[in-house]
Structures are given as structure tokens and as C-alpha cells.
């Protein structure tokens, strides 16, 4: 950690899609670039990047134990999403899937080849790509993190609620 950011602790988590479409590999090293440059002026304090599958099962009777990992990473988004009247879609899409080999169906939840989740201090501020009216991708967050402290104020009506209510 280079630099200073506020008082609060502004931390990114970067989740990369393993197997990604053809023409998609040069995307996740161009957000780590432009990540490590936030960094290094003082705009986040940090950043750690995971790795996940192209989907997570999200069958009751799924039981591995990083499906379920990323699945609960997946819940807290859709939660932040659904408090702040956003929506993880299309990025985030759920599919039935029905083996030939088996005779039942399960659902699967499909993932972004990349997916960004801002924290200040230990609170998720937003996830992205999301969408409301408009859709808000990884790189229009990196692009108002880059802005400034008040980032979240590129987005017309993104504000959380507690936001909202103390103007």
C-alpha cells in the first residue's frame, strides 16, 4: 500500500472468470494495471484478486465447498444489490441445466468474466457490473475511483440509503 486514501479503508476485490470467452484475455490484466495505478495514487488501499469457475451450482443438494464459498460471496452482492434497487444482471445469470446423462435438472448461476465488489472499511459499497436504469460495468467504477473521493457521485441516483437520507 502506496497511498493514502481518506480516512476509510476503500479495498477492491477482483473475481476473474477462469475459463473466458475468446477475445476476453487481455481484460483482466489491463483492470490489474489500472488497479495497481489506484493503488499507487492513494486511491484504494488495496486490492486482492480471486479466481472463480464460469458458474456456480445453486442446486440445495450442492455441497462442495468452494461452489458454496462463491455462492455466499454471490448472496452478499445480490443482498447489496437488492437494498440499493440495483440489479447483478445480465452480468450474473441464472440457467437450468439438464445433464443428458442425468434425469434431473439443477440450477446454475453463470458468472462475470469479470466482476468487481468495493468495500470501504468492512462495508460493501458496490459491486460491478451492475444495473439499474443503465448498466454500471467494471470499468465505469475503476474510472470513478480514479475521480476521486466521491466516486459513487458518477452515478446518477447511486447512493445508498443512508446517503439519501442525511442531505
Same mark, same amino acid.
Given at each position: 500500500m502506496r497511498g493514502t486514501?481518506?480516512?476509510?479503508?476503500?479495498?477492491? +476485490?477482483?473475481?476473474?472468470?477462469?475459463?473466458?470467452?475468446?477475445?476476453?484475455?487481455?481484460?483482466p490484466e489491463s483492470i490489474i494495471e489500472r488497479l495497481d495505478q489506484l493503488e499507487s495514487d492513494g486511491k484504494i488501499n488495496e486490492y486482492t484478486v480471486d479466481v472463480w469457475g464460469r458458474s456456480i451450482n445453486t442446486s440445495p443438494s450442492c455441497s462442495v465447498t468452494t461452489a458454496m464459498g462463491n455462492l455466499d460471496t454471490v448472496r452478499e452482492f445480490?443482498? &447489496? @444489490? @437488492?437494498?440499493?434497487?440495483?440489479?447483478?444482471?445480465? @452480468?450474473?445469470?441464472?440457467?437450468?441445466?439438464?445433464?443428458?446423462?442425468?434425469?434431473?435438472?439443477? +440450477?446454475?448461476?453463470?458468472?462475470?468474466?469479470?466482476?468487481? @465488489?468495493?468495500?470501504?472499511?468492512?462495508s460493501l459499497k458496490g459491486v460491478f457490473p451492475c444495473a439499474r436504469d443503465d448498466v454500471f460495468t467494471v470499468d465505469d467504477c475503476i474510472e470513478a475511483l480514479r475521480e476521486?473521493?466521491? &466516486?459513487?457521485d458518477r452515478f446518477e441516483g447511486f447512493r445508498m440509503p443512508s446517503e439519501q437520507l442525511s442531505e
Open positions: 486514501v481518506d480516512q476509510s479503508q476503500r479495498r477492491v +476485490e477482483v473475481r476473474i472468470r477462469e475459463q473466458m470467452p475468446r477475445g476476453a484475455y487481455d481484460r445480490q443482498s &447489496w @444489490a @437488492a437494498e440499493n434497487g440495483m440489479t447483478l444482471e445480465p @452480468a450474473f445469470q441464472e440457467n437450468e441445466l439438464s445433464p443428458l446423462e442425468m434425469n434431473e435438472t439443477y +440450477e446454475v448461476l453463470v458468472l462475470p468474466v469479470v466482476c468487481l @465488489a468495493v468495500y470501504e472499511d468492512d476521486g473521493s466521491d &466516486w459513487f
